[in-house]
Nanobody
Framework: QVQLVESGGGLVQAGGSLRLACAYS????????MGWYRQAPGKQRELVAR???????NYADSVKGRFTISRDFTKNTMYLQMNHLKSEDTAVYYC?????????WGQGTQVTVSS
């Protein structure tokens, strides 16, 4: 069974920080692409950040310079450090794992940024 469980969301004031975590289980996924997506009400789910098989990272332009994606292989956990949060960052954040031809998702964690 492949399982992804997000945590770390919550309510934070604009300018603050949050650290999201995605604990994964069901296999060794360190070589598989993983990433964070988010979905705001009435909006499409969008890519926030991802890490490739080779370890390179990509970020949405809207979060570049503010968010950092990382992985702790000893804990089977992926993180998203979010700094300088804006109200526009309010969304449900989802952990994603790509194992071709399938995508696996966590249940999501709510991030609410108050202005």
């Amino acid at each position: 069974q492949v399982q992804l469980v997000e945590s770390g969301g919550g309510l934070v004031q604009a300018g603050g920080s949050l650290r999201l975590a995605c604990a994964y289980s069901g296999g060794i996924f360190g070589i598989a692409p993983m990433g964070w997506y988010r979905q705001a009400p009435g909006k499409q789910r969008e890519l926030v950040a991802r890490v490739s098989v080779g370890g390179s990272t990509n970020y949405a332009d809207s979060v570049k310079g503010r968010f950092t994606i990382s992985r702790d292989f000893t804990k089977n956990t992926m993180y998203l450090q979010m700094n300088h949060l804006k109200s526009e960052d309010t969304a449900v954040y989802y952990c994603n794992l790509q194992i071709q031809p399938n995508d696996y998702w966590g249940q999501g964690t709510q991030v609410t940024v108050s202005s």
